[in-house]
């Protein structure tokens, strides 16, 4: 073993060069490796942030009789005391309504939320102008129907209800959640807000929740609906956006199909260069064995190789892509800031592109192995 | 005295065939423990052949190959590596140096394939024998980086690591001036006369030749003298 490493180190640094070049070919693909899934990673994410970030990722309603859930505070400590995964847990009531102002009116959505929650899930306040709800008969607009009814702050609106009910009430903040359409329909209240304007007494129409990973939700639903929901239905934004993970996953496919082949090609590389090396070095390789190196010793020289120029090109390709990276999310911004291409460095996904470098040079370094084991010392003693 | 090596009808047929070359005939040969042996014989006689079958780097087609007291013959390629580093030493005309180490470690080389790394005392004995060869001063140049003299002087430096019973020669001066040759001969004498290793040598000198205890001349692969 020692001597097997000994004669490695000796013949990669006597074809210095051709040693720098193999490992300077394992580190790009190693660098091109962690770049490209990091740029997938990133882009997942922030699609899936941007699409259900701020969004019910699942969601408990009612598809029965009057379509309310009764309860729902116990059902909602319940879900937040057993799920540890579920980061928010927020009950809200749901109605439409019409606002009428002067001679038009716009069909809205009435939502009663526990503002404390429900900003976990939706983050109003992160771009809200003016204030939550304090009491009973305030609500919040959003930017676009603050825009198209031309409502400002402090006015009053009145609200009719479908079965006839008319109140008045008042704006005190406008709220922009990034998505115009509910920009322009959504009007928030209190909880109690909506169920008196509704007359849903103590219910709910919906209990959403927010997710450490919002990947489990198809899983987690599906426990909840056993464990919790009874008659209830539960959602989960998954089965809802079919055709987004079906991209995602395409995405991931394509990512991984690039990924092999990068590593195909350093393997292929590799094992040519050190099959190379075997023919380079068969001269000494005779004389080992004329003094009497034993064949598997004699492979393992050339495994060390492979392993050795792997762990460099391994380091040298983490380097070079976390530069790149790095250079990538610092000098290509938006005129805001932000990056152009947002990159998820996952040190997991990279610790395992360096082993998988490393498992693969060394399997490439099985090929000029067994040639060198082969090799029979007469043939370089015969021929000078 | 006890014999080191014993052939017994050996015969060597090259290809198959019409194109069959029979390069060795009913060798019967028998060798003594530290005797100092040469062959001579005209260029394509079977020199070579004799001496790769009898280092193990080549097998007969017929005939049975006493080495040491062990049949050597039938022994798998992991036995015949064993038997080269612990009881054969070779020399051969081209050197045969790793240039990727320095002459001393090439020295320790034989040592390190059989125990894996090097202790004090094996260090300290391939010293020794690197003064016995007259190579103190440059044993930590890189091996190709020396004179053909030296280079052959570290050959046999290495050849002498394990304390091998037999050292096997293949026109080890054959591309060296006579001067150097004179040295080298001298040397390999000096080393079987002290320590008493068994010396099988090929030449084309016949001057040289003579100084042996025994020369065995092949011709068209038969022993045609003996003396
Ligand atoms: N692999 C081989 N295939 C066929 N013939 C071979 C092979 N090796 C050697 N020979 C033949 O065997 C014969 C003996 O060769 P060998 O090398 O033993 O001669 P030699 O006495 O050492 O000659 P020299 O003094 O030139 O070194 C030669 O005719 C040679 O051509
Ligand atoms: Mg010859």
Same mark, same amino acid.
């Given at each position: 073993m020692r001597l097997a490493f000994t004669i490695a180190v000796r013949f990669l640094r006597s074809g210095r060069g051709q040693t720098i070049l193999i490992a300077i070919g394992i580190a790009i693909g190693v660098s091109v490796q962690i770049f490209i899934g990091s740029l997938i990673q990133g882009l997942q994410i922030e699609l899936v942030d941007s699409t259900i970030g701020s969004q019910s990722q699942i969601t408990i309603s009612n598809k029965l009789d009057d379509a309310l859930i009764d309860n729902y505070d116990k059902l909602e400590q319940d879900i937040d005391d057993n799920y540890e995964s579920v980061r928010f847990v927020s009950a809200t009531a749901d109605g439409p309504a019409l606002l009428s102002l002067d001679d038009d009116s716009y069909s809205i959505l009435l939502r009663g939320l526990n503002f404390n929650i429900a900003d976990g899930i939706y983050k109003i306040t992160d771009k809200l102008e003016g204030n939550l709800p304090a009491k009973e008969g305030e609500v919040l607009i959003g930017t676009e129907l603050k825009e198209e009814a031309e409502i400002s702050l402090g006015d009053e609106l009145l609200l009719l209800s479908g079965e006839g009910k008319r109140e008045t009430m008042k704006v005190t903040g406008i709220f922009d959640l990034g998505v115009a359409n509910l920009n322009k329909s959504w009007v928030l209240g209190s909880l109690p807000t909506a169920q008196n304007f509704f007359n849903y007494e103590d219910k709910a129409t919906s209990i959403e929740m927010q997710l450490e990973d919002v990947f489990a939700a198809d899983t987690l639903a599906a426990e909840i609906q056993a464990e919790q929901a009874g008659t209830l239905t539960v959602d989960n934004w998954k089965d809802l956006n079919a055709s987004l993970l079906s991209g995602?996953?395409?995405?991931?496919?394509?990512?991984?199909m690039i990924q092999v082949f990068v590593m195909i090609s350093v393997l292929l590389g590799i094992a040519s260069v050190l099959a190379i090396t075997v023919v380079q070095?068969? #001269?000494?390789?005779?004389? +080992?064995?004329a003094m009497g190196i034993q064949d598997g010793q004699a492979s393992l020289i050339f495994v060390f190789q492979g392993l050795m120029l792997g762990i460099a090109g391994a380091i040298l390709g983490v380097l070079l892509g976390l530069g790149l990276s790095y250079a990538f999310t610092t000098f290509a911004l938006n005129p805001d800031g932000t990056p152009v291409v947002p990159l998820y460095i996952d040190p997991g996904? @990279? !610790? +395992?592109?360096? !082993? &998988? !470098? @490393?498992?693969?040079?060394?399997? !490439?370094a099985l090929i000029p192995a067994r040639r060198s084991s082969k090799l029979n010392p007469i043939e370089v003693i015969r021929n000078g | 005295m006890a014999n080191v090596i014993e052939l017994k009808k050996i015969n060597k047929i090259y290809g198959s065939g019409q194109f069959q070359t029979h390069v060795l005939h009913d060798i019967d040969l028998e060798i003594e423990d530290a005797s100092f042996t040469s062959i001579i014989g005209q260029s394509g006689s079977g020199k070579s052949t004799l001496l790769n079958i009898i280092g193990t780097l080549d097998q007969p087609s017929d005939g049975e190959v006493w080495i040491n007291g062990m049949r050597t013959d039938q022994m798998n390629k992991k036995e015949l590596a064993t038997l080269?580093? #612990?009881? +054969?030493?070779? @020399? &051969?005309? &081209?050197?045969?140096? +790793?240039?990727?180490?320095t002459a001393f470690e090439n020295v320790l080389m034989p040592y390190r394939i059989e125990h894996g790394s090097a202790p004090k005392s094996a260090v300290e004995r391939a010293n020794e024998i690197m003064n016995l060869v007259g190579l103190e001063k440059v044993k930590n140049n890189p091996s190709g980086k020396m004179s053909g003299g030296q280079q052959q002087r570290t050959a046999i430096a290495r050849a002498l690591m394990n304390e091998p019973k037999i050292i096997l020669a293949d026109e080890p001066t054959g591309n060296l001036d006579s001067d150097t040759t004179e040295i080298i001969y001298n040397l390999m004498r000096e080393i079987n006369q002290k320590i008493g290793t068994t010396f099988v040598v090929i030449t084309h000198d016949r001057r040289i030749a003579e100084k042996a205890d025994r020369i065995i001349e092949i011709t068209d692969g038969r022993i045609v003298m003996d003396i």
């Open positions: 995602l996953n395409g995405q991931s496919v394509s990512s991984y070095k068969s #001269r000494q390789l005779g004389i +080992l064995k996904f @990279i !610790a +395992l592109s360096a !082993a &998988f !470098a @490393i498992v693969v040079s060394t399997i !490439a | 080269r580093n #612990r009881t +054969l030493g070779f @020399i &051969f005309q &081209f050197h045969y140096l +790793l240039p990727e180490f």
